[in-house]
């Protein structure tokens, strides 16, 4: 058996695994982002009070729709982040 063989015969054995991981990865997301769309949804139950305790408002869920396959999770992160930021330097100026 000559190295080029050997190399070959790994190569198709390494591939199966990657594509098991890929499609176990893919059926993952894809629960974790329906999984947090149906919190999204829930999300329009709260009142105005608890959305400011996390550092949101009623009209951060319409900006943070997004199309289905997507999670809209991750846009309510970034717009609450960027609001603390922004708080933040606000109150650095200040003092």
């Given at each position: ?10 190569s ?17 997301n ?5 999984k ?11 009142s ?48």
């Amino acid at each position: 058996m000559a190295t080029y063989d050997f190399a070959t015969e790994t190569s198709r054995i390494t591939t199966r695994p990657a594509v098991a991981t890929r499609v176990a990865n893919a059926v993952a997301n894809a629960y974790r982002a329906w999984k947090n769309r149906r919190a999204f949804y829930r999300l329009g139950e709260m009142s105005d009070a608890e959305f400011a305790d996390i550092g949101l408002t009623r009209a951060d869920l319409h900006v943070a729709n997004v199309p289905f396959g997507r999670d809209p999770t991750v846009r309510l992160r970034a717009i609450a982040t960027g609001r603390a930021d922004t708080i933040e330097d606000l109150a650095r100026k200040v003092a």
